[in-house]
């Protein structure tokens, strides 16, 4: 991947956004949505751009995600497709994961 992928935390839409810097400004590339419910985080829903795709925006969110529930002390539900595949290729991961 060539161009740098950025993810910031927006906590107040529940969601992480990926951000490609392209030219002068930053174009978003991606989003992973999610609900929060006491210390249950359940990813809902993640999308990258076509004009992004193969260029790893997916896998940045999931990091990003992954990042923010172990820090936070939180469980994950992986609810949308992407997220559970994330989750079967990152074993690493299953300590996070509930049910």
Do not use: I, N, W
Request: aromatic content about 6%; proline content about 4%.
């Amino acid at each position: 991947m060539s161009d740098a992928v950025t993810v910031e935390h927006h906590a107040e839409e529940s969601r992480f956004v990926a951000l490609v810097q392209e030219g002068a400004d930053p174009a978003e590339a991606g989003v992973a949505e999610y609900e929060l419910d006491g210390e249950t985080m359940t990813l809902t829903h993640t999308v990258v751009d076509p004009a992004f795709g193969g260029r790893g925006v997916g896998s940045v969110l999931a990091q990003a995600a992954f990042g923010h529930a172990r820090e936070a002390g939180l469980s994950v539900v992986p609810q949308c497709s992407f997220m559970a595949g994330y989750v079967r290729k990152h074993p690493e991961l299953a300590d996070l994961v509930r049910g």
